[in-house]
């Protein structure tokens, strides 16, 4: 097993932070149900747990190699964690790196994020987009990163089944096959009137200014969902993870 030092610590604790996470090139899941829904799917850096914890879990562990476990007393877990309750087990894993297959936009539908900043947002969206089928997620470079604690923990493991590509948002909408782009807006017409297709691309805009002026023009579809009954004075505008489930429940029929 591998010793716990103070320096792995520090870096370990440090990837709370975007920077370190970049420079490491690395994340964590943090408990018990995180780290089983993705200790499969990701390059496993680090496995720190208690020894009741690993004792526990011998069978979801037999196959890692114990260069990569440490054993951690549970009174140092809160040294290495984002929670305001230690967990018993942190894995740390490499950052996946995805290349972005812009034809899959005519065989599927694929979510693009424009400007999404608050993490738990983000990470429900990601559940949310995991449970309605989407398996391709657009993010612009000033979306929130979705490999930050709090994300990771608000997508209950659904970040492993989704590829998140930060990219320039307005260059890969102009230059992906033509499909139909489609937005949310005031002035659009009833998501609940319109045929949707099962392929082409779902903008969500921003928590507070919506979607930018550059995406806006992009969109060849605006959708509106209506609020209910029609003329009931109701607030401002929909949280964009709630805004994202009804919209992909609408293009699947529910």
């Known amino acids: 097993m591998t010793e716990l030092t103070n320096s792995l610590c520090k870096t370990i604790k440090a990837l709370d932070e975007r920077k370190t996470r970049r420079k490491e090139h690395a994340f964590k899941a943090e408990g018990t149900k995180c780290v089983l829904d993705t200790l499969e799917h990701f390059s496993l850096r680090y496995l720190v747990a208690t020894a009741a914890w690993l004792e526990e879990h011998l069978a979801e562990t037999r196959n890692i190699s114990q260069e990569l476990i440490i054993r951690c007393p549970k009174r140092e ?5 984002s929670l305001s309750t230690p967990p018993e087990v942190i894995a740390v894993y490499d950052i996946p790196e995805y290349r972005f297959n812009d034809k899959c936009v005519l065989d599927n539908l694929v979510l693009a994020l424009d400007t999404i900043q608050d993490p738990g947002n983000l990470g429900t969206i990601i559940r949310v987009a995991d449970w309605f089928g989407i398996t391709d997620i657009l993010c612009s470079f000033e979306t929130t990163d979705c490999f930050s604690p709090k994300v990771i923990q608000a997508t209950m493991g659904s970040i492993s089944r989704i590829k998140i590509h930060y990219c320039d948002l307005t260059e890969t909408l102009k230059h992906i096959p033509k499909v139909n782009i489609y937005g949310t807006f005031l002035d659009g017409d009833n998501i609940s009137d319109i045929t949707l297709n099962q392929n ?47 919209t992909l429940a609408k293009f699947r029929g529910i």
């Open 77 to 81: 877990m809160g040294r290495l964690s």
């Open 200 to 246: 082409g691309v779902i903008v969500i805009g921003n928590e507070g200014n919506g979607i930018s002026k550059e995406i806006e023009e992009l969109v060849t579809h605006r959708l509106l969902i209506p609020s209910y009954p029609e003329g009931r004075p109701t607030g401002e505008s929909l949280n964009a993870a709630i805004a994202t489930a009804i």
